[in-house]
Each structure stands twice: as structure tokens, then as C-alpha cells.
């Protein structure tokens, strides 16, 4: 099939969404599909091999974006054209746009939610993401949800029988335990995510004190990942006097998360906002233990605390965009204390990381997600 992936942002944009699409393309690629990808997002116009039309007036997402879409809507409906399904990804201007043109050239839809551009928190700020999201999923001939809340949300919009859950994936075979036996001491504690209020790790910065206080082990805190929060946290860091402790990696290659994964004992995932984190897929197939906040696909992902320990960081489960620089001593000491939990227990977090690799093979691996997206594209297809 010629298939075209729409997303806001890709590649070199590092996260979950666009490591998604990325990995789902190559996984389509592989099984003979011709893959197009429909970007915001400048950069290279060829990656891995992938064809990328990228349109960077869209990226403000507002009058901006719409006054630029006469400009591109003839590049744009040529590519409609020549493909047999549109997929895009988030609930946002791309694919509103492109949607819209696939369904009025009768070709199928496919839309896939990942937070951005579909979780209220994340578009109550703007008219125009909101308009976006009614297009989106007015257009959908079917939604995929990266999590039970995703799809709580397109039940507003859609009927039940348009809805399948898929997760994200990840590459069991890629992200695999090395066997490697780590020193004991210093204990490396690492948050591998883009430096954004949603994703917590600022929740971890101030964490950290209490850990110092409650370890009986030295430790060390790496902070692998860029964005707008980083100098913050670099000047949070030196304020509550743990700048000795705390290594700043910036952002790193995708292929280098592995080795960095290789060197740590724990992952830790204090998220406000999170679907099925593809961060936290790869790190449990690395089987590192995970502590993470029990938002989200959170619980469902690591179970009463079998695959990973949960924190009650917020007075929800559900996901919120809108993340506080800090959180109450109370809930910063319970973060401590699971963090601490898996530095000396050693039976508990040896056993936390064989079933969190063992049920990520079994669910997560791109082998089972693709086949699963494969038959989504057959259904409609077939319908059409």
C-alpha cells in the first residue's frame, strides 16, 4: 500500500510521537509498503530513506497556518492524491488538513491519538486547536488510541465501533537486557525525556534531596533530554545544592538511549500527561525498573506495582498538560521513597524488571503493533 503519515512534528523533534512514527513507517516499509511523510517540522527531506514534504508555516497552528494552506494546498492534495491511505498523527492542523482532503478525494483516513492535539488540558488554550480536533475526528474513518484514555476522549467525538486501541511499541530485539553487571555504587537514577513541564522532571530535581536523605547508597541523578525547562532545572539543581549529583546529557540520538540505558539502575517517569510512553517501553525491555506517576496509561502498563512502581503524584489518574514547577513535600518524599525502595531492594527490583521485559515482549513488541495497524488498513480498505 502507499501510505502517507501526517504528523505536526517529526524528525529531528525527539519524543515519543515522532519515534512512533518513525518506527511504524520503517516496521510498514519492511513489509513492502511505500511510505510518505507530511510534516510541520523542518529538517531533511529525506530520512532513512522516507520521502518527507516538510510545510513550516504550519507549525503555529493559527491564523498563521491558515493563511499559508493556499500556498501549499496544491503540493498538499498532489499527495493525497498519489497514496491510497492517509494516516496522521495527533488530533491537530495536519490532520484536519490532510483528512479533510483524503475524505473529499474518497480516500481513507486513519487517525492516530497520542496526546497532543486531543487530551482537553492540551487544546483548552487555543480556539484554533480546538477547531482542529472536531475536524480531525469528524474526518476519521477509523481512530486508533495509544491508551484506554485516548480512547475515553474520541468517544466524545466518534461512534464505539470507529475505535481500536493500539498501543506504541517498541523494538524487543533492539532494547534488550546486556547482561552487563553494574557497579553497585554510585546507584544512577535517570529521567530520559524532553525537558517539558508535562513530562515531570522537575518533580525528580526536587525529589532529590529527599533521596539523598533516605539512600544509604551514593547516588547519581543523569537527566538525559533537551527543552525550554532545562535551564530551570540546571539552576534548580544548584539551589537545592545537588549540582555534584546531577549530570545534564542534553538531547541524544534515538540509537544512543540504549547505551545510556545500559548504565543505569532505575527509570523514573514523574509524568503529568502520558499515553503508553514509548521511554518507558524501551526502558522496561532494557529491563530497567521503572518508577512512574499514576497517571495515564501508567497503571494499566505496570499493574499493581508488578511491572514498575506507581507514585500518586497528583489528585487524579487522569492526564493533564498543565504541570506545576513543583508538587507538595508530601508527594516529593513518596517519589523519594519508591526511587529509594529500588536501591535497597534488589530481589524486588530484579523481579519488577523480568516481568516488565517478559510482558513487553509478549504486548509492545513492533512486530504485534504493526500487525495490528496491517489489519486496520485491510478492514478499511476493504470497506472502501
Known amino acids: 500500500m502507499r501510505i502517507l503519515m501526517a504528523q505536526d512534528t517529526f524528525l529531528p523533534k525527539l519524543g515519543g510521537a515522532e519515534i512512533h512514527v518513525w518506527k511504524l513507517s520503517k516496521g510498514l516499509a519492511n513489509r513492502g509498503h511505500q511510505i510518505t511523510i507530511v510534516t510541520a517540522t523542518p529538517g531533511s527531506a529525506v530520512v532513512d530513506g522516507f520521502r518527507v514534504h516538510r510545510f513550516p508555516y504550519l507549525q503555529s497552528q493559527g491564523k498563521r497556518a491558515v493563511i499559508s494552506l493556499p500556498f501549499y494546498f496544491p503540493s498538499l492534495l498532489r499527495l493525497v492524491v498519489s497514496h491510497e491511505i492517509v494516516h496522521g498523527h495527533y488530533s491537530a492542523l495536519c490532520s484536519a488538513v490532510l ?3 483524503a475524505r473529499s478525494l474518497n480516500r481513507p483516513f486513519i487517525m492516530t491519538l497520542h ?3 486531543t487530551l482537553d488540558s492540551s ?6 486547536l480546538n477547531k482542529w480536533r472536531s475536524i480531525s475526528f469528524y474526518m476519521a474513518n477509523k481512530v486508533i488510541a495509544t491508551s484506554d484514555e485516548m480512547a475515553e476522549v474520541a468517544r466524545r467525538f466518534v461512534p464505539e465501533e470507529h475505535i481500536v486501541i493500539i498501543p506504541n511499541g517498541v523494538d524487543t530485539s533492539e532494547f534488550t537486557p546486556s547482561g552487563r553487571n553494574l557497579p553497585h555504587s554510585p546507584f544512577r537514577i535517570a529521567a530520559i525525556r524532553r525537558l517539558v513541564p508535562k513530562n515531570g522532571v522537575q518533580y525528580l530535581i526536587e525529589a532529590m534531596p529527599f533521596v539523598l536523605e533516605l539512600s544509604k547508597k551514593p547516588v547519581e541523578c543523569w537527566i538525559v533530554g533537551d527543552g525550554r525547562l532545562r ?4 539552576k534548580r539543581s544548584k539551589e537545592l545544592g545537588i549540582e555534584g549529583i546531577v549530570r545534564f546529557f542534553g538531547s541524544v540520538p534515538n540509537k544512543q538511549v540504549k547505551e545510556i540505558l545500559d548504565q543505569v539502575h532505575v527509570v523514573v517517569f514523574p509524568s503529568s500527561a502520558e499515553s503508553t510512553s514509548i521511554a518507558a517501553l524501551e526502558a522496561m525491555a532494557m529491563g530497567k525498573p521503572i518508577v512512574a506517576s499514576a497517571v495515564g496509561a501508567y497503571p494499566k502498563l505496570l499493574g499493581a ?3 514498575g512502581l506507581l507514585v500518586k503524584l497528583f489528585n487524579r489518574s487522569q492526564s493533564n498538560y498543565e504541570a506545576p514547577l513543583t508538587l507538595p513535600e508530601d508527594r516529593l518524599r513518596e517519589l523519594a521513597r519508591a526511587i529509594v525502595q529500588l536501591i535497597d531492594n534488589r530481589e524486588l527490583a530484579e523481579n519488577i524488571s523480568m516481568q516488565a521485559r517478559d510482558y513487553v515482549v509478549k504486548t509492545f513488541d513492533w512486530k504485534v503493533i504493526i500487525d495490528q495497524i496491517e489489519k486496520v488498513y485491510k478492514e478499511i480498505v476493504g470497506k472502501r
Open 99 to 101: 483528512g479533510t482532503l
Open 115 to 117: 496526546g497532543y492535539g
Open 123 to 128: 487544546v483548552q488554550s487555543s480556539i484554533w
Open 231 to 234: 535551564g530551570y532545572l540546571e
Open 305 to 307: 506495582n508488578e511491572r
